[in-house]
């Protein structure tokens, strides 16, 4: 039994439905609030909790033999990014788990002190590799499937908001390729207890995914470029009224302000250890926006 946290999620419905295909027994670990109606349909056993729960993640790990941890923080690092992970690995040792599969983010290794996300992710990397689990952790650059939305959006508006240096570098991993990847780790004896950067096969500027967009469309954007400033002048203002608000936009931040990319190396390696392709950007968004 494969549990999956995180089941409803970009990364995580795409690695249950992998798996169902595949005929792999999974529990998917969701919230009452969230939409598992494929999930069951896909004869998934659902598990109804909350991860802010410990009770709830005990419980859950009960009889499985493999955890993948998809899920994301909603703003919460503390909470969700960190301390469910971390009760995810000690029950993970108590059930006797063969093997653990972390979702991290490119970048945790860093040092980002004003960014939660990325400190949370490295904490729990380090805890799981101290576990005595075996383990894959996946560090994946920008997800494909988050651009479908902005894509959509560029198409209805004609314009584009790109917020920062546009010289910035990106690798954005389709989220197809990233989820094949998280499912074979479990399997693939070269990607036992090892850290992989995760990206797509080309390096991009941030300047070239408005001009994606344009060329799927057949419509010349109109691209916005305000400065860091802008993100900078919104965290005072949510210091005085949403701490909590101020530091999720310190991960924003750093996202916006950093490059996040894979090298040609690193690509290569990833397609030789797990047998594939990586798709390309404008692929992925052609694919899911039928154009």
Do not use: W
């Not at 899920?71 to 029950?91: K, T, V, W």
């Not at 949370?120 to 988050?146: C, D, F, M, Q």
């Amino acid at each position: 039994m494969f549990l999956v946290t995180g089941a409803t999620g970009g990364i995580g419905r795409r690695v249950v439905r992998l798996m169902r295909e595949r005929e792999l027994q999974v529990r998917a670990f969701v919230r009452l609030t969230s939409r598992y109606s494929e999930l069951e349909h896909r004869g998934c056993d659902i598990f109804i909790g909350d991860l802010r729960q410990e009770k709830d993640i005990q419980k859950a790990c009960q009889g499985v033999q493999y955890i993948i941890s998809t899920h994301g923080s909603d703003g919460d690092a503390f909470s969700l990014d960190y301390r469910a992970n971390i009760e995810l690995i000690d029950s993970a040792i108590t059930e006797g788990v063969k093997h653990f599969v972390f979702i991290s983010v490119l970048g945790a290794d860093r040092g980002y002190e004003d960014a939660p996300v990325f400190k949370a992710k490295r904490a729990v990397e380090r805890y799981l590799e101290a576990s005595g689990l075996n383990y894959t952790i996946l560090r994946p650059a920008g997800l494909a499937s988050n651009l479908v939305p902005l894509a959509e959006q560029s198409r209805e508006t004609g314009f584009y908001l790109l917020i920062g240096d546009p010289k910035n570098r990106t690798s954005i991993v389709s989220t197809d390729d990233l989820a094949r990847i998280v499912v074979d780790s479990i399997t693939v004896e070269a990607a036992r207890n090892q850290i992989f950067s995760v990206g797509g096969p080309e390096i991009l500027l941030r300047e070239d995914i408005p001009k994606i967009f344009s060329g799927i469309f057949n419509k010349e954007l109109v691209v916005m470029n305000p400065p860091l400033l802008a993100v900078d002048g919104l965290r005072g203002v949510l210091s005085l009224f949403n701490p909590q608000g101020q530091k999720a936009l310190g991960t924003f931040r750093t996202l916006l302000a950093n490059e996040f990319f894979c090298t040609k190396e690193e690509i290569a390696n990833l397609e030789g250890i797990f047998h594939l392709k990586l798709e390309k950007l404008e692929n992925f968004l052609r694919r899911y926006l039928a154009v």
